[in-house]
């Protein structure tokens, strides 16, 4: 080999590649990379599209977009290496909120669910049996992938014996030879045993057997008719729907996304999402059916919050000052065992809590009955309330006194040791020295631990499923509800259907509220650091 290409960098006796070719090779496949995530997007793109989801299908392509853009234009090739993380932000935060602020502005809830176009594919597949339709006996068939058909038997106008074979999505087929019996297999399908029949059943009896004018249906459990009629038929001039059974006509009310009867009566189900604007809000305020509970339920949010983060602080803090007593003898060990609660999982822990509550067996609220204390744990909404409170406290005062524990190590002793020599009192060191230094650190975690008790989903739900029930209310509200399990109740129903437009509306009125407290809060952390900045 040469001696320029032994400078050139190539290793004597043997091949290998240059620095360009390495660079020729990495954007290569930089590219096809690219190009499968260009791929793979669009076939995502066009499945949201096809299933009626056309945000998730922005999202995806905004995402793909600025992925390509990132790697394309070299001024902004060293933002790559954050586009993973900026998919997901958009993905999982960003889209998410949009969604939901939109979702505030429609009648989106139980029976308006569906887009306009959706609902009335709904309707128009609905069949009827008219008149002079014949009546068969049925045997239900299956191919080998999944595909059912019916062996009908029975007798035309005149008498006389007929059978037929109707698959799904084809042409009915004529039985030339009626047998006594149906045929173990045909045509491909074999008959299903009556067990397999039964568990089939709930599926089939809403499919049209058959194609075009010539259909069949299941009308009973031994009992088909053919032909069938479409019972809903969609006028897009008048936009309208026209019931062919009865001639009854519903007109569409883009208002509130219904097919309402001209001369009056209940809707068209289903019903489909329209905007309505302020509507949700408006309820919100005006409706006293829905502003009464959230009132209160508001109510009870605040006091939640602020009395589990000033018992959780108050008890972390005095076992923090306890251990922090170097005359404590088995500090560590008391530590480790005062953690215990903070180790054990939510769920576990509010239930043991449940057990020792319970009216009839728990241990607690039998030795407090005993001593003539009833306390309805379960029934009486004070009750509850002091007994969330409880159980919240012993969940988070470890995690106080965790933290206190290394605020209260971080305080200078010569503070301590200045204060005493001007004759300072143990109860003057700690409001004028202890608490003010300490919440320059616990501040922030204050704010958050007030911002996480607000939206405490778990132990409302665990505890009593937000019981005891309001009196004469129209929404699905308890009297220990806080606003996050309040809105999950209307969104995800309870007893009544879900309002997912009502409950968006009332999660935004959170975020404003967590929001408008948390800046209101940052202000008193402000005064804590000047505070402690003149200690």
Not at 166 to 195: C, H, M, N, R, W
Not at 496 to 511: M, N, V
């Amino acid at each position: 080999m040469s001696a320029a290409a032994s400078k050139a960098g190539y290793p004597k006796g043997g091949l290998a590649f240059s620095k360009q070719d390495t660079n020729i090779v990495v954007i290569g496949l930089r590219y096809f990379g690219l190009m499968i995530l260009d791929a793979f997007a669009l076939i995502l793109v066009y499945g949201f599209l096809q299933d009626g989801n056309p945000g998730l299908a922005l999202v995806f392509a905004v995402i793909t977009i600025g992925a390509n853009i990132f790697v394309l234009v070299p001024s902004l090739f060293p933002i790559k290496w954050m586009t993973p993380g900026l998919a997901l932000i958009t993905l999982l935060v960003i889209y998410p909120v949009i969604y939901t602020v939109l979702t505030a502005f429609t009648n989106r809830s139980d029976g308006h669910i569906l887009t306009k176009s959706q609902a009335v594919d709904l309707i128009e597949a609905r069949q009827y049996v008219p008149d002079g339709a014949l009546l068969y006996e049925w045997t239900l068939f299956r191919d080998e992938d999944g595909n059912y058909a019916l062996w009908l038997a029975g007798e035309d106008e005149s008498g006389a014996p007929v059978a037929a074979f109707a698959p799904v999505d084809s042409p009915i087929i004529e039985i030339a030879e009626v047998l006594a019996e149906p045929p173990a297999t045909y045509e491909g399908y074999s008959q299903l045993d009556p067990a397999a029949r039964t568990q089939a059943l709930g599926e089939v009896q809403s499919l049209v057997f058959g194609k075009d004018e010539d259909t069949a249906g299941i009308q009973g459990r031994r009992q088909a008719a053919r032909p069938l009629g479409q019972q809903f038929v969609y006028d897009k001039n008048t936009d309208s729907i026209t019931n062919q059974q009865d001639g009854t006509v519903y007109v569409a009310d883009n208002s509130t996304g219904d097919f309402l009867p001209e001369r009056g009566g209940d809707p068209l189900s289903p019903g489909y999402q329209v905007n309505i604007g302020l509507r949700n809000f408006d309820r919100l305020i005006n409706d006293p059916g829905l502003s009464g509970p959230l009132v209160k339920v508001f109510a009870w949010t605040v006091t939640f919050a602020l009395m589990s983060v000033l018992t959780t602080f108050t008890l972390g803090l005095f076992m923090a000052m306890v251990l922090n007593d170097p005359a404590i003898p088995g500090r560590k060990i008391l530590r480790s065992l005062l953690i215990i609660p903070y180790a054990i999982p939510g769920i576990i822990a509010i239930g043991v809590w449940r057990g020792m509550l319970d009216p009839n067996l728990g241990v607690i609220a039998t030795a407090l009955d005993s001593i003539g204390l009833h306390i309805g744990w379960r029934t009486d909404p004070w009750g509850v309330k002091a007994g969330i409170l409880l159980v919240n406290l012993w969940l988070g005062y470890p995690y106080m006194m965790l933290i206190c524990s290394g605020a209260l190590q971080a305080i200078p002793s010569e503070v301590y040791e200045a204060a005493a020599v001007d004759g300072a009192k143990p109860g003057q060191r700690f409001w004028q020295i202890t608490l003010p230094l300490l919440l320059i650190t616990m501040g922030p975690l204050l704010i958050g631990s007030f911002t996480y008790n607000f939206n405490n989903y778990l132990i409302i739900e665990a505890f009593n499923a937000g019981g005891p029930p309001f009196e004469g209310t129209i929404t699905p509200a308890g009297q220990s509800d806080i606003l996050i399990s309040y809105t999950y109740r209307l969104a995800f129903g309870g007893g009544r259907g879900a309002d997912y437009g009502y409950a968006s509306a009332i999660t935004i009125i959170i975020f404003v509220i967590v929001a408008a407290i948390t800046l209101f809060q940052f202000r008193f952390t402000r005064r804590w650091e000047e505070s402690g900045a003149n200690v």
